[in-house]
């Protein structure tokens, strides 16, 4: 079924792993013509995960929102191009 969302979970993983889980799913998310969200799911842990993500977002440029109250979901918008 068509949603228009990419989903990643990265509970478990370390801050390497999801960097690259991260910098993988990007690069996806941007050739996928038919997703227009990616959601990335950091859990509460430490708070390790969620910072790192938002950091590369920001590095990116990529506009983001919180989904849940303790911001463990992030959504994360396609790059607009003019």
């Known amino acids: 079924m068509w949603d228009g969302i990419k989903e ?5 993983q370390d801050i390497n792993k999801a960097t690259a889980t991260i910098s993988l799913a990007l690069f996806e998310f941007e050739q996928d013509d038919y997703k227009k969200y990616l959601d990335i799911i950091v859990g509460n842990g430490t708070g390790a995960l969620k910072i790192r993500v938002v950091e590369i977002l920001d590095k990116e440029n990529y506009q983001y929102d919180y989904l849940n109250l303790n911001h463990s979901i992030i959504r994360v918008y396609k790059k607009t191009t003019f």
């Not at 990643?8 to 478990?12: A, K, V």
């Open 8 to 12: 990643i979970d990265l509970h478990g």
